[in-house]
T-cell receptor, first 118, second 111 residues
């Protein structure tokens, strides 16, 4: 099956620093990747949609200058949380949409990255 | 995407069948019913999806009512590892769009 990895799985950083999270599709090419955020005891909320080679589309209320997304290749998207603050502490999850060849499970999720900002 | 309604929580005894209901009365004709689950502190995992026929795979069965206004996910022999939040999502298939997650059902399998 299609596998999506995220790195790191968890990170602790100081307030004001920037953190980069990588999302990789390991055995397929993903034209579209999605970034979600999940606060404790809440559901996943879409932050942005990332298409390879073009600018990401952000959901309302998500600051594009704070959450920088780069989708430079068909297997890699990165999310950079700039000038992180404690309120950015959350579980960040990416998913990848298969470009072709699959008719069933169209989105595959990464294992998530737990960010804690001190 | 269709709005879905699920119970907040359910318990199930280990080894018994877990039946998770979902209402999607506004689902349109081209929208599939997808089920995902999320084990604590992990990414969501695809379970099954269907349009109008009942579906079965190695993980679960999906029963969709004839009017497509509701469905039931069945885990035939629940194990402790099936404890998770289960999400029912209505979505058009074949397009690269995001999944809209509701609050889901917290299933707790009891020993």
């Amino acid at each position: 099956g299609a596998v999506v990895s995220q790195h790191p799985s968890w990170v602790i950083c100081k307030s004001g620093t920037s953190v980069k999270i990588e999302c990789r599709s390991l055995d397929f090419q993903a034209t579209t990747m999605f970034w979600y955020r999940q606060f404790p005891k809440q559901s996943l909320m879409l932050m942005a949609t990332s298409n390879e080679g073009s600018k990401a589309t952000y959901e309302q209320g998500v600051e594009k200058d704070k959450f920088l997304i780069n989708h430079a290749s068909l297997t890699l998207s990165t999310l950079t949380v700039t000038s992180a603050h404690p309120e950015d502490s959350s579980f960040y999850i990416c998913s990848a949409s298969v470009a072709s060849g699959y008719s069933y499970n169209e989105q595959f999720f990464g294992p998530g990255t737990r960010l804690t900002v001190l | 995407d269709a709005k879905t309604t699920q119970p907040t929580s359910m318990d199930c005894a280990e080894g018994r069948a877990a039946n998770l209901p979902c209402n999607h009365s506004t689902i349109s004709g081209n929208e599939y019913v997808y089920w995902y689950r999320q084990i604590h502190s992990q990414g969501p995992q695809y379970i099954i999806h269907g349009l109008k026929n009942n579906e079965t795979n190695e993980m679960a069965s999906l029963i969709i009512t004839e009017d497509r206004k509701s469905s039931t996910l069945i885990l035939p022999h629940a194990t402790l590892r099936d404890t998770a939040v289960y999400y029912c999502i209505g979505r058009s298939s074949g397009s690269a769009r995001q999944l809209t997650f509701g609050s889901g059902t917290q299933l707790t399998v009891l020993p």
